[in-house]
T-cell receptor, first 113, second 109 residues
């Protein structure tokens, strides 16, 4: 079955450590996105990538980094520079830059203690 | 970027129709109107989208005002599984999408 997979579902890290969240899709989508969601809030865009080896900052990119070495994969690293990293992180993909239907992963809930 | 306004919460009785409103008075001519829904601790799920004409699919119907400044998502018979947060968003591309807090729909058995 085609889809988008995020792992792990839950992640705990100590303050000051970098952590990488995985996102893989087998939908052959060109565009991929990372969003952050805080309790009771909507989604905010962190980074997005429209093609391999290219990505752009979203609205809240500070303290995060990404890579897009393969079409299928778009990992997100939450660095120690991110002041409030505890949140629900969602990865999505779509056919291209023009909006069609976006497919979301099940999310990773990151807790920093 | 165009923004939308939705009620914070709504209630519906099971098996009754639900009309979820969305205002988007600053919509541009190229903005599509999309609806997604999100169950607790899950990623959003696509529901429907449209540009100018009303749209129907197996999940819902989308009614778009003639001036495109508002739209309504219609669930024809609410079930308990329809309880979720519903997002109305506008964009021509996902890098410009604004997901606001949405409408939290409760379905009463």
């Amino acid at each position: 079955d085609g889809g988008i997979t995020q792992s792990p579902k839950y992640l705990f890290r100590k303050e000051g450590q970098n952590v990488t969240l995985s996102c893989e899709q087998n939908l052959n989508h060109d565009a991929m996105y990372w969003y952050r969601q805080d309790p009771g809030q909507g989604l905010r865009l962190i980074y997005y990538s429209q093609i391999v080896n290219d990505f752009q900052k979203g609205d809240i990119a500070e303290g995060y980094s990404v890579s897009r070495e393969k079409k299928e994969s778009f990992p997100l690293t939450v660095t120690s520079a991110q002041k409030n990293p505890t949140a629900f992180y969602l990865c999505a993909s779509s056919m291209g830059s023009v909006y069609t239907e976006a497919f979301f992963g099940q999310g990773t809930r990151l807790t920093v203690v | 970027d165009a923004k939308t306004t939705q009620p914070n919460s709504m209630e519906s009785n099971e098996e009754e129709p639900v009309h979820l409103p969305c205002n988007h008075s600053t919509i541009s001519g190229t903005d599509y109107i999309h609806w997604y829904r999100q169950l607790p601790s899950q990623g959003p799920e696509y529901v429907i989208h449209g540009l100018t004409s009303n749209v129907n699919n197996r999940m819902a119907s989308l009614a778009i005002a003639e001036d495109r400044k508002s739209s309504t998502l219609i669930l024809h018979r609410a079930t308990l599984r329809d309880a979720a947060v519903y997002y109305c968003i506008l964009s021509t591309s996902y890098d410009k999408v604004i997901f606001g807090p949405g409408t939290s729909l409760s379905v009463i058995p």
